[in-house]
């Protein structure tokens, strides 16, 4: 018997669980150790070989190609290839718009990731406080579905919103008695803009991920507080959050990771292929634009990859701090 | 303290009825199990009591109010789930405390506190959990867990102590243990308790008064003696002892004096029926298997003592040698004859598990060194008063002039 059942486990768990003192799977048929061990890996290898194969091409090799052009006088058009040192690193930090593009992304993460876990949570409890079982697939597919549309798609869309004239933006507003914004056309409103278009597309998953997170909270320990007399604030506030805090944590580093990351959204609605992505005047020039601005408007693709370096170690460093962060207000069970 | 009075409660889900017109009477201070199989609506009940569970139809009232409308939080019921429910992210103090907390209100704060934190102790005391108040959920065992979560439900001193199958989760000798404690709590506390289980076990040694409930009806309320000796109808006779009452049903065939089941598999005097039973109506007979004694060996050697051998010495009628072959220890008694299929050893006692010629099978309670052996015939008898009658159509008890002088004879 145990050897069927050992069959159907995996494998390793298997070998860990079934052997008897002697140290053999009892009533399996005994290979040699080795080939066995062997089999194992090899099956092992062959399941994981497409995700490796896809995560090599185009992550590893590209990642390490950019670790290694940062150093180098590198064109996509010149063949001469010149180690070059520090020297990308030094004229970056000469650059005040790329410290200003990291200010401009700073601004738009420490927005973005309030933004985003609020109303995601928000929208989660709404959805599974006031929605019936019935109708609840239709209500999570609507609020998933701006996450499935292309952004660069629904971008175009958002930039006839913000439109000054003819934008439902302005018309909500006014309509409001709320004075008519420039949006797009306006330093101070251009990237605001954009971050509505980000959360609009971007909630949906996150929806999604706290909507998972919220069924994982047994009902018993909410109704347990109940009886306790607490109220619905304090059970959210003492029950709900802290156990909710694993899922919280891990929407806080996807949307900061998607935030520094954040590209596709600006150029479209800044200014797209015809130019000026990134304006008025540099007001939503994120570091990801200026990274791609810098490779492929202005062919300087070591200086970009300088810059997706030090990019790359902003996010390691803000993960890690999260990380450090998580171990004291995030509880596993 | 309270009493609580149930009317009429009924629940549905849809189209689907759970709990069916339920009435209830608990007194201040007494212990309610409700027992049933799983499905049977019981946990409903208990919800729709702490206010968990909307109610479809009928009241409840708690302490003289009527509480249907209520929020659970006040209704002071202290209630313990089956999983404990436990705030895993909480100390132990820190759940004890959790619902002292959340009643404060505003005035006097840092003497409040000082307040909770000795009713945690001396609560923690109380379950011997003191040395493990700074201690995390996950680190402590079942039987801990539990206190815990007892500990929760009554530190702020409920009307109500509401248990929905406390002890399921813990493993056989914790739950003996357990058991034995929480009836010594109530004793202390006297608070009034309603206790949700399937096992009788449980609810035989817990309770002041059992309900048996199936099909989200009340089958019966009364003592561990009143279920037991005198179940109400045929569902409560299987559900109750372990195994449960072996019941048949009975064409009208009489022979003389005695009622006949087939060729003679049942056999039991006709002066033991119930008044107007059995006069050409079916009537169903049922047996515990710990009341069944072997009678002797079909030939008509001698008796073998079964584990009631006081039993025997009660019918003068043994010696008067005027009944069939083996009447001479079976006069006045039930008999019923039977093949040994399954013998159970059981160390203190053996279950034999036997089938009349009708097919229908017996199981016997007997003394462990009882001597049956696999595949022979026995006769096995029950005292009359141990005889229990039931309407074959509705399945309720019939009363008969022996069985109430019976309170509380239960060996």
């Given at each position: 018997m145990s050897g069927t059942i050992s069959r159907a486990r995996p494998l390793s768990v298997a070998r860990g669980r079934e052997r008897s003192a002697d140290g053999r799977v009892p009533g399996r048929r005994r290979w040699p150790a080795r080939l066995r061990r062997m089999e194992e890996s090899l099956v092992a290898y062959g399941m994981l070989a497409p995700a490796i194969t896809v995560f090599t091409v185009f992550f590893f090799i590209p990642a390490i190609f950019l670790a290694y052009i940062s150093f180098f006088h590198w064109g996509i058009l010149s063949s001469a290839t010149t180690f070059v040192g520090l020297k990308n690193f030094r004229i970056l930090f000469q650059q005040p718009l790329f410290f200003h593009s990291l200010a401009v992304t700073a601004y738009y993460t420490v927005v973005m990731i309030p933004a985003t876990v609020v109303l995601a949570l928000g929208i989660a409890l709404v959805l599974r406080e006031a929605v019936t079982a019935r109708r609840g697939g239709i209500w999570r597919s609507a609020v998933f579905l701006p996450h499935v549309t292309p952004v660069v798609a629904t971008s175009v869309i958002w930039v006839w919103i913000f439109n000054p004239q003819f934008g439902l933006a302005n018309f909500v507003l006014t309509s409001l008695h709320l004075p008519a914004l420039g949006w797009l056309g306006s330093t101070t409103w251009a990237l605001p803009a954009v971050m509505i278009d980000s959360l609009w597309h971007s909630l949906g998953l996150y929806v999604i991920i706290f909507l998972a997170g919220l069924a994982n909270v047994p009902r018993e320990l909410i109704e347990v507080a109940q009886l306790d007399g607490a109220s619905r604030r304090r059970i959210f506030r003492r029950i709900v959050l802290p156990l909710l805090?694993?899922?919280?944590?891990?929407?806080?580093?996807?949307?900061?990771?998607?935030?520094?990351?954040?590209?596709?959204?600006?150029?479209?609605?800044?200014?797209?292929?015809?130019?000026?992505?990134?304006?008025?005047?540099?007001?939503?020039?994120?570091?990801?634009?200026?990274?791609?601005?810098?490779?492929?408007?202005?062919?300087?693709?070591?200086?970009?990859?300088?810059?997706?370096?030090?990019?790359?170690?902003?996010?390691?460093?803000?993960?890690?701090?999260?990380?450090?962060?998580?171990?004291?207000?995030?509880?596993?069970? | 303290m309270a009493e609580i009075r149930l009317r009429g409660l009924s629940k549905s889900f849809g189209s689907n009825s759970v709990v069916r017109n339920v009435d209830l009477d608990v007194k201040d201070g007494e212990f309610i199990v409700l027992l049933g199989s799983s499905g049977c609506g019981k946990s409903t009940v208990l919800r729709m009591i702490a206010g968990l569970e909307k109610v479809t139809d009928g009241e409840i009232w708690i302490g003289g109010e009527l509480v249907n409308d209520e929020p659970p939080s006040s209704r002071n019921v202290g209630m313990v789930f089956q999983n404990y429910a436990l705030y895993p992210h909480l100390t132990v103090a820190g759940n004890l405390g959790f619902g002292l907390a959340a009643r404060r209100r505003g005035r006097g704060r840092r003497a409040a506190r000082e307040d909770e934190r000795r009713q945690i102790r001396e609560t923690a005391e109380l379950l011997e959990i003191d040395h493990v108040l700074t201690h995390r959920p996950k680190e402590l065992s079942g039987g801990q867990r539990q206190r815990v979560a007892l500990g929760r439900a009554i530190i702020r001193r409920p009307d109500v102590f509401l248990m929905d199958e406390p002890l399921s989760n813990l493993d056989a000798n914790l739950r003996e243990r357990m058991r034995l404690e929480l009836a010594q709590l109530h004793r202390k506390l006297r608070i009034t308790t309603i206790y949700v289980t399937h096992d009788q076990g449980e609810a035989l040694t817990l309770a002041d008064r059992i309900v048996v409930l199936h099909d989200g009806q009340v089958h019966q309320v009364g003592t561990a003696d009143d279920v037991y000796d005198r179940p109400a109808d045929t569902y409560v006779a299987r559900f109750l002892g372990s195994p449960g009452m072996n019941l048949y049903t009975l064409p009208p065939a009489r022979i003389g004096d005695d009622l006949v089941l087939a060729d003679g598999a049942l056999r039991l005097p006709a002066a033991a029926l119930p008044p107007g039973a059995g006069d050409g109506r079916p009537l169903s007979i049922g047996i515990r298997p710990e009341h069944l004694a072997l009678a002797a060996d079909p030939p008509g050697g001698p008796v073998s003592q079964g584990p009631r051998p006081a039993g025997s010495g009660d019918f003068p009628a043994e010696a008067a040698g005027t009944s069939p072959p083996d009447g001479a220890t079976t006069a006045g008694r039930t008999v019923l004859r039977c093949r040994v299929d399954i013998l159970e050893r059981l160390g203190s006692h053996l279950l034999v598990h036997g089938s009349l010629s009708t097919g229908q099978t017996v199981i016997a309670r007997l003394d462990a060194q009882a001597a049956v052996r696999q595949g022979e015939q026995i006769v096995l008898t029950a005292r009359t008063a141990d005889t229990h009658f039931f309407d074959p159509d509705s399945g309720d008890r019939l009363v008969t002039a022996s069985m109430p002088q019976l309170a509380g004879a239960r060996a």
């Amino acid at each position: 018997m145990s050897g069927t059942i050992s069959r159907a486990r995996p494998l390793s768990v298997a070998r860990g669980r079934e052997r008897s003192a002697d140290g053999r799977v009892p009533g399996r048929r005994r290979w040699p150790a080795r080939l066995r061990r062997m089999e194992e890996s090899l099956v092992a290898y062959g399941m994981l070989a497409p995700a490796i194969t896809v995560f090599t091409v185009f992550f590893f090799i590209p990642a390490i190609f950019l670790a290694y052009i940062s150093f180098f006088h590198w064109g996509i058009l010149s063949s001469a290839t010149t180690f070059v040192g520090l020297k990308n690193f030094r004229i970056l930090f000469q650059q005040p718009l790329f410290f200003h593009s990291l200010a401009v992304t700073a601004y738009y993460t420490v927005v973005m990731i309030p933004a985003t876990v609020v109303l995601a949570l928000g929208i989660a409890l709404v959805l599974r406080e006031a929605v019936t079982a019935r109708r609840g697939g239709i209500w999570r597919s609507a609020v998933f579905l701006p996450h499935v549309t292309p952004v660069v798609a629904t971008s175009v869309i958002w930039v006839w919103i913000f439109n000054p004239q003819f934008g439902l933006a302005n018309f909500v507003l006014t309509s409001l008695h709320l004075p008519a914004l420039g949006w797009l056309g306006s330093t101070t409103w251009a990237l605001p803009a954009v971050m509505i278009d980000s959360l609009w597309h971007s909630l949906g998953l996150y929806v999604i991920i706290f909507l998972a997170g919220l069924a994982n909270v047994p009902r018993e320990l909410i109704e347990v507080a109940q009886l306790d007399g607490a109220s619905r604030r304090r059970i959210f506030r003492r029950i709900v959050l802290p156990l909710l805090s694993p899922t919280t944590f891990f929407v806080v580093i996807l949307s900061t990771v998607s935030s520094w990351q954040a590209f596709s959204q600006i150029y479209t609605m800044t200014g797209g292929p015809h130019g000026g992505a990134g304006g008025p005047a540099f007001s939503t020039t994120t570091d990801a634009l200026l990274i791609y601005q810098t490779a492929f408007s202005y062919d300087h693709f070591s200086l970009a990859a300088a810059m997706s370096m030090v990019l790359f170690l902003i996010i390691l460093l803000l993960t890690l701090i999260q990380k450090w962060i998580s171990n004291r207000l995030v509880f596993y069970r | 303290m309270a009493e609580i009075r149930l009317r009429g409660l009924s629940k549905s889900f849809g189209s689907n009825s759970v709990v069916r017109n339920v009435d209830l009477d608990v007194k201040d201070g007494e212990f309610i199990v409700l027992l049933g199989s799983s499905g049977c609506g019981k946990s409903t009940v208990l919800r729709m009591i702490a206010g968990l569970e909307k109610v479809t139809d009928g009241e409840i009232w708690i302490g003289g109010e009527l509480v249907n409308d209520e929020p659970p939080s006040s209704r002071n019921v202290g209630m313990v789930f089956q999983n404990y429910a436990l705030y895993p992210h909480l100390t132990v103090a820190g759940n004890l405390g959790f619902g002292l907390a959340a009643r404060r209100r505003g005035r006097g704060r840092r003497a409040a506190r000082e307040d909770e934190r000795r009713q945690i102790r001396e609560t923690a005391e109380l379950l011997e959990i003191d040395h493990v108040l700074t201690h995390r959920p996950k680190e402590l065992s079942g039987g801990q867990r539990q206190r815990v979560a007892l500990g929760r439900a009554i530190i702020r001193r409920p009307d109500v102590f509401l248990m929905d199958e406390p002890l399921s989760n813990l493993d056989a000798n914790l739950r003996e243990r357990m058991r034995l404690e929480l009836a010594q709590l109530h004793r202390k506390l006297r608070i009034t308790t309603i206790y949700v289980t399937h096992d009788q076990g449980e609810a035989l040694t817990l309770a002041d008064r059992i309900v048996v409930l199936h099909d989200g009806q009340v089958h019966q309320v009364g003592t561990a003696d009143d279920v037991y000796d005198r179940p109400a109808d045929t569902y409560v006779a299987r559900f109750l002892g372990s195994p449960g009452m072996n019941l048949y049903t009975l064409p009208p065939a009489r022979i003389g004096d005695d009622l006949v089941l087939a060729d003679g598999a049942l056999r039991l005097p006709a002066a033991a029926l119930p008044p107007g039973a059995g006069d050409g109506r079916p009537l169903s007979i049922g047996i515990r298997p710990e009341h069944l004694a072997l009678a002797a060996d079909p030939p008509g050697g001698p008796v073998s003592q079964g584990p009631r051998p006081a039993g025997s010495g009660d019918f003068p009628a043994e010696a008067a040698g005027t009944s069939p072959p083996d009447g001479a220890t079976t006069a006045g008694r039930t008999v019923l004859r039977c093949r040994v299929d399954i013998l159970e050893r059981l160390g203190s006692h053996l279950l034999v598990h036997g089938s009349l010629s009708t097919g229908q099978t017996v199981i016997a309670r007997l003394d462990a060194q009882a001597a049956v052996r696999q595949g022979e015939q026995i006769v096995l008898t029950a005292r009359t008063a141990d005889t229990h009658f039931f309407d074959p159509d509705s399945g309720d008890r019939l009363v008969t002039a022996s069985m109430p002088q019976l309170a509380g004879a239960r060996a």
